[in-house]
């Protein structure tokens, strides 16, 4: 068993990482501020599950003494803690340089001069390939599609750090990948699509199938930006954490590399033209909506990844269908009704998990 470190282990994707190493047996400290709407109930969520099989230290990852010592015999470090709105970004671009780019370079040399050569994961974002406005675009009825790129976008596509919040987690998706090159510290980047699952408090700003849902649920207003043919791959979080099993276990391979981890072109969806339809369907009845023709700052029309690398290098490919995954969060919406309401009801923006 091995001594594990989590980074905003009490987040959406953290909380069920946490869930399954600690359940495995491993000893795994969560490192995170609680600052995120949701994160205090996903850690009554690990206590009621695991008991004292974690540990938690509560600190920001901009304190770089806190950093240190947490890290301390770590012999896997899982970096997830982030501030992860664009719109978040945009309004306060030093927190967010603060908490993505130099969290993360606190935690790379918290790695570095640990006595023990970490396996370091990186979770950054399809966000580092900015808008993608070279990308030529073929528009059908429901959805915008790639003329030129039937299998996603590559990890070989050029680099092009849109918003802050781009700018933020590039430097750290570059900081992590140049640490294995210069320092030979066993880092993986894993360049995350839209992630979904049980455990997440989706918001207007971060983590559209869950505010969605959650919405229609509630009966909050919903506001679709654009005209909501945009296109994202979809990702179960129990495939993602498949995935980051499987880097690990394959460490030799996967030191230095990056990966696209998304859905791929046969679990994608439009946000409203074609998800629309789906959640009316769980529903059982018509959700209404309004449009605003406003487009969010870097804002894809598609981003779709192509996964073939990681395909090709652990074996991996995502199992669980969006109709699948997303009738299952509505199940965890629908039973969990009363505390979402209780957590999101203030309807707050995302704010950083870190």
């Not at 015999?73 to 309004?91: M, P």
């Not at 959805?143 to 933020?168: I, K, M, N, Q, W």
């Not at 981890?261 to 209404?288: C, H, K, N, Q, T």
């Amino acid at each position: 068993m091995s001594k594990i470190l989590v980074t905003g282990g009490a987040g959406f994707i953290g909380s069920n990482l946490v869930r399954q190493l600690a359940g495995a047996g491993h000893e795994v400290t969560v490192y995170d501020n609680l600052a995120r709407s949701g994160a205090e109930a996903n850690l009554d969520w690990l206590r009621g599950t695991l008991g004292h099989r974690f540990r938690l230290v509560r600190g920001d990852v901009r304190d770089w003494e806190t950093v240190r010592q947490a890290a301390v015999g770590a012999e896997r470090i899982y970096h997830l803690a982030a501030q992860v709105a664009v719109t978040t970004s945009v309004a306060d671009p030093r927190e967010d340089f603060e908490i993505n780019a130099l969290g993360t370079f606190n935690l790379l040399e918290a790695a570095r001069t640990a006595a023990n050569d970490p396996i370091f994961v990186y979770a950054s974002t399809n966000k580092v390939y900015g808008g993608m406005e070279e990308v030529a675009i073929a528009e059908g009825p429901t959805r915008y599609r790639y003329r030129d790129h039937p299998a996603g976008v590559s990890e070989d596509a050029p680099l092009d750090f849109h918003s802050p919040y781009g700018c933020s987690k590039g430097a750290g998706d570059q900081y992590t990948r140049d640490y294995a090159r210069i320092y030979g510290l066993r880092t993986v980047v894993f360049r995350q699509s839209c992630i979904y699952g049980p455990r997440q408090f989706g918001v207007e700003d971060q983590g559209w199938v869950a505010h969605l849902l959650i919405a229609a649920t509630l009966g909050w207003p919903i506001t679709i930006y654009g005209d909501g043919k945009q296109v994202r791959d979809l990702l179960h979080v129990d495939d993602l954490l498949r995935a980051y099993e499987l880097a690990v276990q394959d460490i030799d391979t996967t030191a230095g590399r990056v990966y696209n981890l998304g859905g791929g072109p046969d679990f994608s969806l439009s946000i409203w033209a074609e998800f629309g339809p789906l959640l009316e369907e769980l529903m059982d009845r018509p959700v209404p909506i309004h449009y605003s023709t406003d487009w969010r700052p870097g804002d894809q029309k598609v981003f779709v990844a192509d996964v073939r690398r990681a395909e090709r290098d652990l074996g991996w490919r995502p199992q669980i269908s969006p109709q699948e995954g997303i009738s299952g969060l509505h199940q965890w919406v629908q039973a969990n009704r009363d505390l979402l309401a209780r957590v999101l009801g203030h309807r707050d923006p995302a704010s950083p998990s870190h």
